[in-house]
T-cell receptor, first 112, second 110 residues
Framework: GAGVSQSPSNKVTEKGKDVELRCDPI?????LYWYRQSLGQGLEFLIY????????KSGLPSDRFSAERTGGSVSTLTIQRTQQEDSAVYLC??????????FGEGSRLTVL | GENVEQHPSTLSVQEGDSAVIKCTYS??????FPWYKQELGKRPQLIID?????GEKKDQRIAVTLNKTAKHFSLHITETQPEDSAVYFC?????????FGKGTMLLVSP
């Protein structure tokens, strides 16, 4: 596609529910990143994929967070048993090998 | 892992003045240093980047300098305009992960 596409753009859920966030990277980009941004804060690294493998998942906050990437393309970030502190904008970015990152518009998650 | 420090956290300038934002990094293996601009409610957008084999790079009113020995790099914006107002993030990457600084909020007053 023309850019990185994320869905949903907005998600409101109740505490304890599971959520899935989807990222469709730029076609041909082998690297895919997930970041989290709380209101007025910086970019918190979550996980990095190169192809379908995740050589760096050191930023995942807890075992409630998981991510996968299939076919070297679409990635899904799953948050189980959501907590209020999970509320944030989840940003996906993709890049060509060792190139600059291009971000999606983000998925805004609100946990009530 | 990599650690990126960014200063200042906020910067207020008058239109037409220059603005400088500075970053330091810890991992000497880092070799790619991009800068991102994030307007309120928008996604971060890449505005300029530099690789470790280059000391300076310019693009119109924006320039980035890199000092590998001292492990610091800077963003320079000349002739600032109100539309330059945004949060700017520096970042550094070695072998995989791109690590971001905490951001600088730049306010350009008319």
């Amino acid at each position: 596609g023309a850019g990185v596409s994320q869905s949903p753009s907005n998600k409101v859920t109740e505490k304890g529910k599971d959520v899935e966030l989807r990222c469709d990277p730029i076609s041909g980009h082998t690297a895919l990143y997930w970041y989290r941004q709380s209101l007025g804060q910086g970019l918190e690294f979550l996980i990095y994929f190169q192809g379908n493998s995740a050589p760096d998942k050191s930023g995942l906050p807890s075992d409630r967070f998981s991510a996968e990437r299939t076919g070297g393309s679409v990635s899904t970030l799953t948050i189980q048993r959501t907590q209020q502190e999970d509320s944030a904008v989840y940003l996906c970015a993709s890049s060509a090998f060792r190139g600059g990152l291009f971000f999606g518009e983000g998925s805004r998650l609100t946990v009530l | 892992g990599e650690n990126v420090e960014q200063h200042p956290s906020t910067l207020s300038v008058q239109e037409g003045d220059s603005a400088v934002i500075k970053c330091t990094y810890s991992d000497s293996a880092s070799n790619y240093f991009p800068w991102y601009k994030q307007e309120l409610g928008k996604r971060p957008q890449l505005i300029i980047d530099i690789r470790s084999n280059v000391g300076e790079k310019k693009d119109q009113r924006i320039a980035v300098t890199l000092n590998k020995t001292a492990k610091h790099f800077s963003l320079h914006i000349t002739e600032t305009q109100p539309e330059d107002s945004a949060v700017y993030f520096c970042a550094a990457r070695g072998y995989s992960t791109l690590t971001f600084g905490k951001g600088t909020m730049l306010l350009v007053s008319p």
